[in-house]
């Protein structure tokens, strides 16, 4: 018998904002694997840390930030060897997934190295998605409304043409791009209409005027919202 | 003192896929409102059922299907203004939201009404289009991926304007539009791309392969996802 990885959206930072099912399944796997910095800190980890009720087997998964895409897929490989492992002498792992697993995360690519030969379930979580536009009390979408997720490292021309033809949007991953797409929204006549948000839901989270953001501050974990219709809900 | 609204995302279906946050609000609330069929159904409180541990005074929100506006923004305004007595009387009101509040919920109509009165607290859920990729076990967007959500009663020129420009996408509410959509997909080249799902992580969840969904039958909480790039987690 092998063991199954459960691939876990813990939510986006609240540690109360976790599924019953995902700690369900948290609490009774034997390893825990979770996504670390290099130099030791797991996000992940510290979420799900007021719901470690027994010492268990942890593999942190430490992927180089790198731009060349062979250290990580090389992290990868080694971690999925790692996870394997465990799952051949029939543990089950839980991989922790901040956010949801499938909304951007990093987890497919454990996903497509290990679902061919293991069992695999994956629970969805609570994306930073909807997080973003219930902690700014912005409704994303309604009826017919098309939504467009962008990351905000797209080139401007590209982000410009998808912002033109949208109801609404979210620009993820803002980050070190934060200058360039406010102006950009500002240029398109938008600035009104956006919102914006860094740490949705964790104890640090912070909602700022697009003008009053310091240019050079915006953490990856920050979202802009655009409603074209403004209060379309009423 | 006034009361606090409450509006809980519970999850897409399955109710282990609530959160601990809007299980507690739940269970603590002493009304609960939710949207329910003219008839007398109500999927959203079906969903719960197994979380209410008390009595409760309850308000079913019926919303007449109708392609007039009116009626349903006359049923809005009787739902606020119910809701608006028990939080003037210092009761707390769980208003219960199928998937999460914001995203494509009817929520947002009660919130239009109630939020410049009274205190209001959105809790974020699992959404129907994070649940929709893990039962399909199908990662919705990677890296910087553009991913669109396009309700399906869009006009077939829209539907194909913006599937062409995007790397993946959820086309959601497809419903009676299904056969439509599906001979659009096919057109574009993209059937090999596209997973279909209906009530995603409950008990009656179905996956089929597009050409085998019967024409008339898809129901209203039916998705399908395209990824253009095919695996491009590996």
Same mark, same amino acid.
């Given at each position: 018998?092998?063991?199954? $990885? ?5 939510? @986006? ?9 995902? $700690?369900?399944? /948290? ?7 979770? @996504? ?6 797991? $996000? ?5 840390a !007021? ?12 992927? @180089? ?5 062979? !250290?990580a ?10 996870? =394997? ?26 996903? =497509?190295?290990? &679902? ?7 629970? !969805? ?8 536009a ?7 979408? &309604?009826?017919?409304?098309i $939504? ?5 490292? /797209? ?6 043409a ?27 006549? /938008?600035?009104?209409?956006?919102r914006?948000i ?9 909602i700022? !005027? ?9 953490p ?7 409603h ?7």
């Open positions: 018998m092998t063991g199954t $990885l459960y691939g876990l959206g813990i939510g @986006p930072g609240d540690p109360e904002l976790i599924t019953l099912k995902a $700690l369900r399944l /948290l609490q009774a796997a034997p390893v825990l694997a979770y @996504p670390a910095l290099e130099d030791g800190e797991s $996000l992940a980890r510290a979420i799900i !007021p719901h470690l009720t027994a010492p268990k087997i942890e593999l942190a998964i430490r992927i @180089p930030m790198t731009v060349a895409r062979e !250290p897929q090389a992290a990868y490989d080694k971690a999925a060897e790692e996870i =394997g492992a465990h799952l051949s002498a029939g543990q089950d792992v839980a991989v922790l997934c901040e956010g949801d697993p499938f909304f951007y995360g990093s987890f497919m690519y454990l996903f =497509g190295r290990i &679902a061919e030969n293991f069992p695999v379930e994956v629970v !969805p979580g609570v994306s930073s998605l909807t997080a973003c219930t902690a700014l009390q912005s409704p994303l979408s &309604a009826r017919n409304d $939504l467009t997720v962008l990351p905000a490292p /797209l080139s401007s021309d590209i982000l410009r998808r912002l033109a033809e949208t109801d609404s949007a979210a620009i993820m991953k803002v980050g070190r791009h934060f200058e360039r797409v406010r102006d950009l929204i500002m240029e398109m006549g /938008l600035g009104d209409n956006a914006y860094e740490r949705a839901t964790m104890a640090n989270e912070k700022l !005027p697009l003008s009053e953001v310091p240019a050079d501050a915006a990856y974990f920050s979202m802009i919202l655009i074209k219709r403004g209060q379309a809900w009423k």
